[in-house]
């Protein structure tokens, strides 16, 4: 099934939503949501690592079936960070230049992940 990477590591797609929850996590590692707002920096973060481990459980699967759903649960995500963002921009969490660079990163990996799955419809 999975004919364009032998593991998860070697997905494009895992390799930027890595970086992009790695990201996520130091960037609310200081500061006050750090500090004081944990709601929101658990959820953020959260939302981040879903989509890397949705992609990485997608490609377990036995099916191309399963492995679209799960990028679809990532893609889901996706749109959740963007939203978070905003948030961080308005409770000035995070600076405007900031926030703008992390939701591109999230809208190309959004389209990344759309790609792949319909790739895998067409197998």
């Known amino acids: 099934m999975n004919d364009f990477a ?3 590591e070697d997905l494009g797609i895992w390799q930027d939503a890595r970086i992009q ?5 130091c960037d ?13 920096r658990d959820q953020i973060q959260r939302a981040g690592v879903s989509v890397m ?16 759903r799960l990028l679809n649960i ?23 230049e900031v926030a703008h660079s992390r939701w591109e990163r999230t809208r190309q990996l959004s ?6 799955a319909e790739s895998l419809g067409s197998k």
């Open 6 to 8: 032998k593991q998860f």
């Open 21 to 25: 929850a790695a990201s996520l996590y």
């Open 28 to 40: 609310f590692a200081i500061g006050v949501a750090a500090e004081r707002d944990f709601g929101y």
């Open 53 to 68: 481990n949705n992609g990485a459980g997608g490609f377990g699967r036995h099916s191309a079936a399963e492995f679209a």
């Open 74 to 96: 990532a893609k889901g995500s996706c749109g959740e960070v963007p939203s978070m963002l905003y948030l961080a921009e308005d409770l000035q969490y995070q600076t405007p």
């Open 111 to 116: 389209q990344g992940i759309e790609t792949l």
